[in-house]
Structures are given as structure tokens and as C-alpha cells.
């Protein structure tokens, strides 16, 4: 919810430059009346629209194996989507009671005043006061108002109740409740006030003298009841700006190709939303951007490395313990190089333990064997298989793709739900840890050869009851027959001090 808030900020931040650098002089009040309310509307849409042909346009970021997942412990940190909500609830109530209290002084001054009904509107007079607004179909105005006076500020608010200005101020006001923590919010209702009076002006001065009208605004000082969602007549901040208007000419109708400038604007920000993380999970269609040969080669030489470093292991020989550190760093430059393309290079990670554990097995000819090892053998690769292994609920997804995506995903929100996070307490770990995870879906869509390769034993048994967990997969298939395919899942545990 912060990140969606912070996109709507910015795009009305965007809205708001363009309109005061190139509409805020002009004219065309009306047509800046559409421009500022239809902006602050399409901010909050923006962040979810995204456009296929802006992503297919624009180089996105790929990522190799199945989608990393990020476990954080529950205890490292405290939240902060929950109390961003708890905020959030306070400053809106805060916000309501104000707006409340503000509505309960426009009531108290509408039953203190004397009513005078016509027949589109309803003026009310305050006595002993010299108010002038209008909100609706309600006109106030004070009685110790001079009578001169009274009917360029009648005419000048029932152009407000005509226009229905304070529906746009009642919506703005509603979003200063919603999003009272938005100043652009203040700065969209300050800019809609101003046309509000720019708009009844002009309409005054369509039969009056322009002289004799803004002279009437600098000889009177009135005093103002202060409501945002009211029109009021004698703002004072707002006189010198109302008289800048009336005086300035009418701006030429080819300027309103300025307009124009929402396009580039709107361009921008959907090109943003649409190519905002285009992370892709489905590495088959990373062919385009990865070159295959040369991944292909570095993983095959890193192989050659690796069985250079085992091939002691024929014999009685044990690896010194900085050659086994060296296979331990080749192992994690392969994990980080496989595909769901180069299935077949493939390690067995369940084999990585420490040195201690290492030379205590070898010495002990103990040769860690599993029902893993029938399974793999008999597991075809990723990248030759007819159809991927399907999460239960997403057969009906459409494409290939589609359904390996949504297969992912589901994997994903399945290891973030019964992972547990607080394991982190009492095992002495810190930063970033990396867990991989391998595992086979068989011929029978059952979950089997669960291996995994972790920084502490909790975490390897923890990861591997996990990956156990999932539900029961439809199988792969190859030539029409249920197979076996193998998966790598890596997940990175953050424990921030």
C-alpha cells in the first residue's frame, strides 16, 4: 500500500507541474476545472494499468531458475505494512472529526441565519456578520453587508451554485480525509478555488463593467468564515489573483493545444507503471537475451572443474579442506548459472556439507545414498519436456507460460506460508542466507528427492519439510507419458539486526 500511495503522489506531482508551467496563465477555466479533477482521478489509477506493448518495448530484467523467494523472520523486524495501517486509520479519523466539526459550524451558522427562499436557491442572511459564500443551493451572506454590494455577490456565488463548484470542493475535501498525509491534495483544492473564482468572475463581467467590478474587491475588506469545501466571495488571498484574471486578456483558442501536454505527461507514467517490475519467471523465454552458447560453455567449464576436484574421490584420497572449499564455491557458481534450459546440469546439493562432516563421511566410507538418486536418474530435463508439471488450480491458465507462471507463484506463496520464519531465534545467524532447494516431481505429480543446501542444519530440515509440504502436482509430459522433472528453488533468508 506505501509503494502504491508513493506512485500516486508522484504521478500527481507530474499532473501539477504541467499544469502550472503551461495552463495556469491561460483562459481556459473551465476546460482547467476538467484538467485538474480528471488528474487527481487518473493518479489513483495509473499504478494499475499496465500496457503489454510498453513491456515488450523496453528491455526487461530476467531472472535464472525458478523465482527467488525472501523469507524475513518475524522477529528481526517489526512490520511495517501493519503499522502504516494503524497510522493511516488515525490520521483519517483525525481528518473526520475535523471535517465534522467544520460541517456542525456550517449547520450552527445555517439555523442562526434568517431564510429567504427563491426559486433555484436558498439565500440565507447571518445576522451581525458580514460572511459571504455559498455552498449547493445555499447562498450566506451577512446582513451588515451593504445593499450596493449585495447583488454582485449574489450573482457572483449563484454562478457557483450553477457551475456545482462545490462538488469538486466536497471530492477534494474527501480526499484530504483519505489521503491526509498527501500534501498535492491541498495544492489540487487551493488551485480548484482559485477557478472556481476565476470562472464566476468572468461570467459577472459579461455584463458589467470590468473597472467598476474589481474596484468593488480592493474598496471592501470582508471577514471570512474559513470552510475549504465553500465558495466564498471575498477570499482574500484570492482578490489579487481574481483581478490579475479579469483584467488579463482572453487567451487565444489555439493555445489550447497546450492541452496536448497531458499526452507526453500520460506517456510517461504509463510507460513507468508498465515496465516497473517485469521480473520474468519463465527463464524459456529468456532465450532472446541471454546468450545460451556462452552460458552453456562457462557451465560446462565449471563441470570440468568440479570433476577435477571429485576425481580424488575414486580412490582413498580426501579433498584438503581449501579443496573442498573450492568445490563448495564451484557448486554455488553452477547453482547460479542453472536454467530450466540446463536442467541437466543439475547438482545434487543434499552432498554439501561442512569439512568436519565431509572428512568424517570419508573416513568412514559412508556413501550417502537416497531414494533421490533412482529418481534422478530416471528425471527428464526442463527443457524437453511436452508439458510442465501443473500447481493444482491453475490448469485452466491458458498458455504454456501462463500456467508455468501461475505454478510459480503458488510454489512461492506456499514456502512464504509454512515457512518458519522464527527459527531465526537462538541460531546465531545474521544478513543474507541462501538456501537451495531441489526437488522432482515424479511421474505421479508427487513431490520426491527433497535435497536442500543451507547455512544451518535447522534451515536445510526446516526448507526440505517445506518443499515435502506441497500438494500433489499434475505430472509432466513427454511423447504423451507422465515423467519425472526436476526442479531447483532458491530462497534467501534475511535476519536484519
Not at 524475513?72 to 505494512?81: F, G, L, R, S, Y
Request: glycine share 2%.
Amino acid at each position: 500500500m506505501i509503494a502504491y500511495f508513493i506512485k500516486v503522489v508522484a504521478f500527481q506531482l507530474l499532473f501539477l507541474v504541467a499544469y502550472d508551467l503551461f495552463l495556469k496563465k491561460e483562459t481556459f477555466f473551465n476546460w482547467n476545472r476538467i484538467y485538474l479533477i480528471c488528474s487527481s482521478l487518473i493518479s489513483f489509477a495509473l499504478p494499475f494499468i499496465k500496457l503489454e506493448s510498453f513491456q515488450n518495448a523496453v528491455p526487461q530484467e530476467y531472472v535464472i531458475l525458478l523465482p527467488e523467494i525472501v523469507l524475513t523472520p518475524e522477529v528481526a523486524v517489526a512490520p511495517i505494512e501493519p503499522v502504516w495501517n494503524w497510522f493511516l486509520i488515525i490520521g483519517i479519523t483525525v481528518s473526520s472529526i475535523l471535517f465534522i466539526y467544520k460541517i456542525s459550524e456550517l449547520l450552527r451558522l445555517r439555523f442562526k441565519g434568517r431564510f429567504v427562499k427563491r426559486t433555484n436557491y436558498t439565500v440565507i442572511l447571518i445576522p451581525k456578520s458580514t460572511v459571504a459564500f455559498s455552498i449547493f443551493r445555499y447562498v450566506f451572506i451577512g446582513d451588515d453587508i451593504h445593499e450596493s454590494k449585495l447583488e454582485d455577490i449574489l450573482l457572483h456565488e449563484l454562478v457557483h451554485v450553477r457551475e456545482k463548484h462545490s462538488l469538486d470542493l466536497l471530492y477534494f475535501e474527501l480526499l484530504r480525509i483519505l489521503c491526509w498525509f498527501n500534501p498535492l491534495v491541498y495544492i489540487y483544492q487551493k488551485r480548484i478555488s482559485e477557478l472556481h473564482e476565476y470562472i464566476a468572475d468572468a461570467a459577472i463581467v459579461q455584463d458589467k463593467n470590468k473597472s467598476d467590478y474589481y474596484e468593488k474587491l480592493l474598496a471592501e475588506v470582508f471577514q471570512t468564515q474559513q470552510f475549504s469545501f465553500t465558495n466564498q466571495f471575498f477570499k482574500h488571498s484570492l482578490i489579487k489573483k481574481r483581478i490579475i484574471m479579469l483584467t488579463k486578456q482572453k487567451s487565444r483558442e489555439i493555445l489550447k493545444l497546450k492541452y496536448l501536454v497531458l499526452v507526453p505527461v500520460l506517456i510517461l507514467s504509463l510507460l513507468y507503471t508498465s515496465c516497473e517490475e517485469t521480473t520474468i519467471a519463465d527463464t524459456e523465454d529468456n532465450t532472446e537475451t541471454v546468450d545460451k552458447e556462452e552460458k552453456t560453455a562457462l557451465l560446462k567449464d565449471l563441470l570440468r572443474e568440479l570433476n577435477k576436484l571429485n576425481a580424488t574421490l575414486e580412490g582413498n584420497q580426501i579433498l584438503s579442506e581449501e579443496q573442498y572449499k573450492e568445490q563448495s564455491e564451484t557448486l554455488e557458481k553452477i547453482a547460479a548459472l542453472i536454467s530450466e534450459q540446463d536442467e541437466e546440469f543439475a547438482v545434487n546439493f543434499s552432498k554439501a556439507k561442512s569439512y568436519e562432516e565431509y572428512v568424517k563421511a570419508r573416513k568412514l566410507g559412508i556413501a550417502e545414498k537416497s531414494d533421490y538418486t533412482k529418481v534422478e536418474q530416471e528425471a527428464v530435463a526442463f527443457s524437453v519436456i511436452d508439458q510442465a508439471p501443473v500447481f493444482p488450480g491453475c490448469e485452466n491458465e491458458g498458455t504454456q507460460k501462463e500456467i508455468k507462471k501461475c505454478s510459480s507463484q503458488n510454489v512461492a506463496r506456499h514456502v512464504n506460508m509454512e515457512f518458519d520464519t522464527k527459527l531465526a531465534e537462538g541460531l546465531g545467524l545474521t544478513g543474507v542466507n541462501k538456501i537451495f532447494a531441489q526437488f522432482v516431481i515424479d511421474e505421479n505429480g508427487d513431490i520426491a528427492g527433497v535435497n536442500a543446501r543451507a547455512p544451518h542444519p535447522a534451515l536445510k530440515t526446516e526448507t526440505e519439510r517445506v518443499i515435502r509440504t506441497l500438494p500433489k502436482f499434475s505430472p509432466g509430459m513427454k511423447d504423451g507419458k507422465a515423467v519425472s522433472v526436476k526442479y531447483v528453488l532458491p530462497i534467501v533468508f534475511k535476519i536484519q539486526e
